[in-house]
């Protein structure tokens, strides 16, 4: 179809063609105009005098371009005045002192006293915090520690050093607070696991790695050191069956 001119006269094809080419040429001169005179003239904060991070400065005495935050300063929900919850340690200066390790067969570390953990837990156990263990245990420890923490995970059948069972009388008569430093600070060839697993996904862990051992020595459970009451009582028949022992499938 063909456009009507504003004098009323039909266009013809190449008066079309030709018009369309001047517009694309006054769209290209003024791309061109506008890319020289923006990149060319820069007077922003681009260039203003500042450092780099980590860089040297020869302003401040001690040479450092960075400045360290003021003493006492805490990040923005970082307090962490809770010390039972943020490393499972009693706040005792005198119980700080060093405990012997010892090496076993396997060459695993092998502590039997535990003087600076706590053996209540910070946070109520309840079963929601069970499962949420369960989950965490699967996803992170299952690996290694196998479905019930007897040492026997997949990586382990593949050639990863075993790590020690948890049903074992020293780690049932552990502390909780040993749980929670194991997984925040790593223990021998166990690495930490601090960044993959917050605090209080951490004492989740610890909840269940009890719940385990329960699972596995049902009339003994009295030997175990904590005083919350969710673990010192027996399990109740109903309570058993969230305790997974079948690899993590529900
Ligand atoms: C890559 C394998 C691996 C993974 C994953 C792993 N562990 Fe371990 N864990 C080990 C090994 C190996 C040891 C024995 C280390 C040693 O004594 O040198 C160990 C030791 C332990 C101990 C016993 C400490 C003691 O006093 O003897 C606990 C408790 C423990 N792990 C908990 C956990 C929890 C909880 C998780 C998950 C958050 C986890 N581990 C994930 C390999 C692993």
Redesign the pocket.
């Known amino acids: 179809m063909s456009k009507i001119s504003p004098a009323g006269k039909v266009k013809s094809k190449k008066e079309k063609v030709k018009s369309m080419s001047n517009r694309f040429r006054f769209a290209f001169l003024l791309l061109t105009f506008a890319l020289l005179t923006g990149c060319g003239v820069r007077a922003d904060m681009q260039d203003q005098p500042r450092y780099k991070a980590y860089k040297q400065s020869d302003f401040f005495s001690d040479h450092k371009g960075s400045r360290d935050p003021v003493e006492g300063t805490v990040a923005r929900g970082q307090l962490h005045d809770n010390k039972a919850f943020y490393t499972g340690k009693i706040d005792n200066p005198n119980l700080n002192a060093p405990v012997a390790t010892a090496v076993d067969a396997k ?5 039997a006293s535990f003087p600076n953990d706590i053996d209540e837990f910070p946070v109520p156990v309840t079963k929601e915090l069970i499962d949420r263990g369960q989950e ?2 699967n996803i ?2 299952i ?3 196998g479905p019930v923490g007897n ?1 026997d ?1 997949m ?2 059948r593949r050639g ?5 069972t ?1 049903h074992d009388d ?2 049932r008569n ?1 502390p909780v607070g ?2 929670f430093d ?2 925040s600070n790593g ?5 930490a ?1 601090a960044y ?2 917050q605090p209080a996904d ?1 004492w989740a ?2 909840a269940y ?1 009890r719940a385990l051992q329960v699972s596995q020595n049902p009339e003994e459970h009295l030997k175990m050191n904590s005083k919350t009451e969710s673990n010192t009582a027996p399990p109740k028949k109903d309570e058993t069956k969230n305790v997974s022992t079948n690899g993590g499938k529900r």
């Open positions: 060459g695993n570390t092998v502590i965490r245990f992170y420890c690996v290694c520690h040492g995970g990586i382990v990863f050093p075993a790590p020690p948890y020293r780690l552990a040993h749980f194991v997984i223990w021998g060839k166990m690495n696991y993959q697993v951490r862990i610890a790695i």
